[in-house]
């Protein structure tokens, strides 16, 4: 106990020393300015000393705090704090780390092909008792596509209006994207299916690896159940390690992000910060939208008791915002939903799968941001290229929301695959926890609204005689 309080100490008392000292760095600033104004000349250099001297202290404490802290998400912001000063500071050497960007870049890549395939494929073969489950599993199903669909269309629009992206101005060769070129319908068409599954892979064909994960999917799930499960064990089992591969190549983030902003800073100077902002305020403003104009009035059609409702939900839906985790809430949600008064085999059936199929947050989040990508990198695709990119999204998102930042893995791989450079995604590490508060809380809040309305279509909603 002694040992933890001392451990807190040390970290608020770093915090608040970084911060007062990035105050001072604040005003100093300002007297620059104002010397810089006023045009005397020794004051403005001796003023700008200090001000170096003291970003850097503050730096020096925000790691002394993220020692302590030992959170993934702390170092992401710090590493992400020190590659924005040396951009500005030391522009030539920050142009340098851009390799290591590229390493972790390369890491990410592989990640995405094995991951996408088990998690399709374990999540249409693993829920094959569809058959079973009848009219629920097709209600729940065209539930979950129709709202995913509205969710995207709710980024894109946001994504349009606030125009977040534009004016970032990447550096000529930023990204490793792939080439283009115009396609017509029919070449469009022919794009979407694979001919041969180990070229799509290795040229980063997205669409078409999640196309042979599907037919795979369902091929699986018409065999029988002897022949079923040993290959739905071990496309579980590449699930399972794809998910720890991902956490172990994630250790990595901080080093990647702090080089990428470095390299972003010391290319297009600091104002890629401001567009940051602009990202996050359309991101949560985007998610209320969809929460009072969509999910609001679904509730309110399909007559669920809302009072009930709120308060069964308001447990699952904090742990899921706090931990950023869908996986953390998935007990509470089953619970609190049975508790509402909703069959259990509804909860059990219609929670899961909507944990693979029902991720509003997510796919909201992939269309605004993959949309900021293109206007960072000035590219206009044009409605049909955005459309068959959120077609791409809405299948590539599908069995992911328990894997912390798999959505980035989702996006990179996706922009990648659509000839958009991916420097722009590694900028979204810096507030991506943030964002995936956000994201996640209303995954969780999707899917309890999913269970309840499901259950009332079905008459398996038990009724209060008294609102609770």
């Known amino acids: 106990m002694a040992e933890q309080t001392t451990k807190q100490m040390t970290m608020r008392t770093a915090l608040m020393l970084a911060l007062a000292l990035f105050a001072l760095a604040a005003v100093v600033w300002a007297l620059q300015f104002y010397a810089h104004v006023t045009d005397v000349g020794p004051w403005s250099l001796r003023l700008t000393m200090l001000g170096l001297w ?7 404490a925000l790691v002394a705090y993220a020692l302590a802290r030992r959170s993934l998400t702390t170092w ?4 992400m704090a020190i590659g924005g000063e040396l951009g500005y500071d030391a522009p030539h050497f920050a142009l340098q780390l851009r390799v290591v960007s590229q390493i972790f870049l390369r890491l990410i890549k592989t990640i ?3 991951l996408l395939f088990a998690t399709l494929v374990s999540g249409i073969a693993g829920h094959a008792n569809l058959k079973q489950v009848g009219r629920m599993g097709w209600k729940a199903i065209l539930y979950f596509e ?3 669909t509205i969710a995207l269309a709710i980024g894109l629009g946001a994504i349009h209006l606030s125009r977040a992206g534009v004016g970032i101005h990447l550096a000529a060769g930023a990204g490793e994207a792939l080439p283009t070129q115009r396609l017509t319908l029919v070449e469009t068409l022919l794009h979407i299916f694979p001919e041969n599954i180990a070229k799509s892979v290795a040229e980063g064909q997205v669409l078409q690896v999640v196309v042979f994960a599907v037919l795979f999917g369902l091929a699986l799930a018409m065999v029988k159940e002897e022949r079923r499960r040993p290959m739905l064990a071990l496309v579980e089992s590449l699930a399972e390690v794809m998910f720890k591969f991902t956490k172990i190549v994630m250790y990595f983030a901080p080093l990647g992000a702090g080089a990428a902003l470095a390299y972003t800073v010391a290319s297009t100077g600091l104002g890629v ?3 940051l902002a602009r990202l996050l305020v ?6 209320a939208v ?7 009035p679904v509730a309110w059609l399909a007559g669920v008791p809302l009072r009930r409702f709120i308060k069964a939900a308001a447990e699952p839906v904090t742990l899921a915002f706090a931990t950023s985790s869908s996986e953390a809430a998935l007990p509470v949600a089953m619970e609190r939903m049975e508790e509402m008064g909703v069959a259990r085999q509804v909860v059990a059936f219609v929670m899961p799968t909507g944990y693979s199929f029902n991720l509003d947050g997510s796919t909201l989040y992939l269309s605004l941001t993959a949309i900021f990508v293109a206007q960072a990198a000035g590219v206009q695709l044009g409605l049909g290229r955005e459309l068959l990119l959120m077609l791409t999204l809405m299948l590539t998102s599908k069995g992911v929301a328990g894997v912390s930042r798999a959505s980035l893995v989702i996006l990179l791989g996706t922009v990648g695959s659509f000839g958009l450079p991916v420097e722009p995604v590694f900028l979204l590490l810096g507030v991506d926890q943030l964002m995936d ?3 996640t809380a209303v995954n969780v809040l999707g899917n309890c609204l999913a269970t309840v309305v499901v259950a009332r279509w079905e008459g398996e909603l038990r009724e209060e005689s008294s609102p609770v």
């Open 146 to 148: 129709v709202l995913t």
């Open 76 to 79: 992401i912001f710090v590493c």
């Open 290 to 296: 969809f929460i009072f104009c969509v999910l609001l």
């Open 282 to 287: 359309t991101l949560y403003a985007a998610l």
């Open 54 to 60: 003291l970003r850097w202290a503050g730096l020096a």
């Open 273 to 275: 910060l401001v567009n």
């Open 437 to 439: 508060m956000g994201r």
């Open 112 to 114: 995405i092909a094995p």
